[in-house]
């Protein structure tokens, strides 16, 4: 019997709003800076791929914060910025990455409604999220954290893992009091989220939200209002 749903963050309950490049257009713009823009795929790619790379059991979280900080310098100056390098660079944290730009973050229309009928029909919740900072202060902020037994992200000095591996899980497990036969997992990812979560005798849910994932797992929704359903209760 399933009595627990643990969900992912990013691209689950909440997304960050404006993307990267008009963030960076705004920015250059105001420094009358030129872009090579024929550079921008390669320098997403890898900014995107060294800042959120920090290992969980090997950075604390100011060694991860000056990560992030290196990689988006690196972007910058990958695209040609020279003239006020470090300033733009904190700028474009400051509006775009989530460890600096809390405010950005916005939830799916078909969250909070979800948390409130899974709530109200018994189902204990919690968020196993690869995050680089504790996620308590964000949601409260956009008002869900109540919502949940247990708020687990990976960077916290009290789990130190990340999806996959099991310990991330089989930790929110214990915070929540539920066994892994009597819990599903609900994510965006398939390496993360599905294989992470059955690795551990947890169902997985995965959601799709933008149909690129179709025909990758089973039990796949394209928005959590179809969770109900999954779980054999009334719609939503």
């Not at 550079?39 to 950075?59: E, K, Q």
């Not at 695209?79 to 700028?91: A, C, F, I, P």
Request: hydrophobic content about 40%.
């Amino acid at each position: 019997m399933i009595k627990a749903v643990f969900f992912d963050f990013y691209q689950t309950l909440g997304v960050w709003g404006e993307s990267l490049r008009p963030r960076v257009q705004k920015i250059t713009d105001r420094y009358a800076c030129k872009i090579d823009w024929e550079r921008y795929d390669t320098a997403r790619g890898n900014l995107y791929a060294d800042a959120s790379g920090s290992d969980p059991m090997t950075h604390d979280l100011l060694e991860t914060m000056q990560q992030i900080i290196d990689s988006y310098r690196a972007f910058l100056a990958a695209l040609g910025v020279r003239d006020y390098l470090d300033q733009m660079t904190w700028e474009l944290l400051q509006s775009e990455h989530s460890l600096f730009a809390a405010n950005a973050a916005t939830l799916y229309d078909d969250t909070v409604p979800t948390l409130a009928y899974l709530r109200d029909a018994g189902f204990k919740l919690a968020i196993v999220s690869n995050w680089d900072t504790p996620l308590d202060p964000l949601t409260e902020r956009l008002g869900i954290a109540d919502y949940f037994h247990t708020i687990t992200s990976s960077h916290d000095a009290r789990v130190r893992s990340a999806k996959p591996d099991p310990h991330i899980f089989e930790w929110t497990l214990r915070q929540v009091g539920v066994s892994a036969e009597e819990v599903v997992h609900v994510g965006d990812t398939y390496e993360a989220d599905i294989v992470g979560a059955r690795g551990v005798g947890i169902r997985p849910i995965l959601i799709d939200r933008d149909g690129t994932q179709t025909g990758r797992w089973e039990e796949t929704i394209r928005n959590l209002s179809e969770l109900p359903a999954l779980l054999n209760l009334d719609i939503c």
